[in-house]
């Protein structure tokens, strides 16, 4: 079966950091690029953050730049999300997925199939 499975979310105050893993199974990543998307309560989907199949194109969202850094082992088939510096309002769920934009376009929401997401929650 080819998936994705989110893992890393938690409650952290304000101002700390978690780190997100995003694992492929059935399948290698080294051929896609990868976008992390998140979902807070009674909003829509957005894009967060995707990188490229090599490593060499990463785009975020501008309400994420300079906190989050995107990163990937192919090795591993993993892709990560250091989230630093968390604000409330990055309360959400977080999902990863086959960016189908190759990056371009990381608002469009062009993706392969989601995979259950995992919970990060921001307060004090």
């Known amino acids: 079966q080819l998936q994705l499975v989110e893992s890393g979310g938690g409650l952290v105050q304000p101002g700390g950091s978690l780190r997100l893993s995003c694992v492929a199974s059935?399948?290698?990543?080294?051929?896609?690029?990868i976008g992390w998307f998140r979902q807070a309560p009674g909003k829509e989907r957005e894009g967060v953050s995707c990188?490229?199949?090599?490593?060499?194109?990463?785009d975020y969202a501008d309400s994420v730049k300079g906190r989050f850094i995107i990163s990937r082992d192919n090795a591993k088939n993993t892709v990560y999300l250091q989230m630093n510096s968390l604000k409330p309002e990055d309360t959400g769920v977080y999902y990863c997925?086959?960016?189908?934009?190759?990056?371009?376009?990381?608002?469009?929401?062009?993706?392969?199939?989601w995979g259950q997401g995992t919970q990060v929650t921001v307060s004090s």
């Open positions: 997925a086959v960016d189908l934009t190759f990056c371009r376009r990381l608002g469009a929401l062009e993706t392969g199939p």
């Open positions: 059935g399948f290698t990543l080294d051929y896609y690029a």
């Open positions: 990188i490229s199949n090599t490593g060499g194109i990463t």
